[in-house]
């Protein structure tokens, strides 16, 4: 019995060997911390440590760095606001050489007018002139004056000539008179209703300024009205040429003594007109 109860006291003095604190410093450091009036703070183990504390992420470090950057921008709330820059000028915009230049309008040649255009010109001029006069109730107005004197004629004197334009031939007599011009025996008015083919046919006499001491009388066959026309011109102007050469030089100048050999191209075989083809089909 004895033994049992020694055994009992050896084990509870192992006991509250092992429930005691380990050595006289952790007594000293619990003592000194209350002492100082602190509250032990708990520390976690390393491992502990790193699992609740995870490692930022390099996103979140910029987003953290940022508010700091933009407060260090921010002006204060004395200064003046930057000036915004202006956008395009360090850069160069495409120019294109030449632009900023004027275009030089270049005025087209004129050309001479050849004798029908001329023609219809004084035509148009003299019908508007005409109309004019009417409406206002004037006189009709003078004819033009002569470049130079008219030569004088004999009597009995005739001066044959033969003009020719595409197929119409005009054969024209000129004899001293008061300006009376018939063609195929009828007034030229009537033959030519057109002042325009009318004024091309006395164009060489008020050129000339002839028109009022000589009489024509032409007689013309073939061809259409101005080609008639045409022809007329044609044989006036050589018919005076006889009267007086000294003319010569003005109405080859105008184109009078020229023989117009424009005509209508003739037609082809397996052509629908002179050029005109008939139309193709590949397919």
Known sequence: MID????????????????????????????????????????????????????????????????????????EAGASKPEPKAEGKGEKKDVIPGADLEPIAVEPEERPLSAEEQARLEAEEEERARREAELVGEADEEPRAASRAPAKLEGDARYLATGKRKTSIARVTLLPGSGKFEVNKRALEEFFPRPLHQTMAKQPLVTTGYENNLDVRVRVHGGGISGQAGAVRHGIARALTEIDPELRGELKRRGFLTRDARAKERRKAGLKKARKRPQFSKR
Request: net charge negative.
């Open 4 to 75: 049992d109860e020694q055994q009992k006291d050896e084990t509870t003095q192992d006991q509250d060997a092992t429930d005691s604190p380990a050595g006289p410093v952790a007594g000293e450091d619990s003592s000194s911390s209350q002492a100082a009036g602190e509250e032990p703070t708990p520390t976690p183990p390393a491992a502990e440590a790193d699992e609740s504390e995870p490692e930022a992420s390099p996103a979140e470090a910029e987003v953290v760095e940022e508010p700091e950057e933009e407060k260090a921008e921010e002006p």
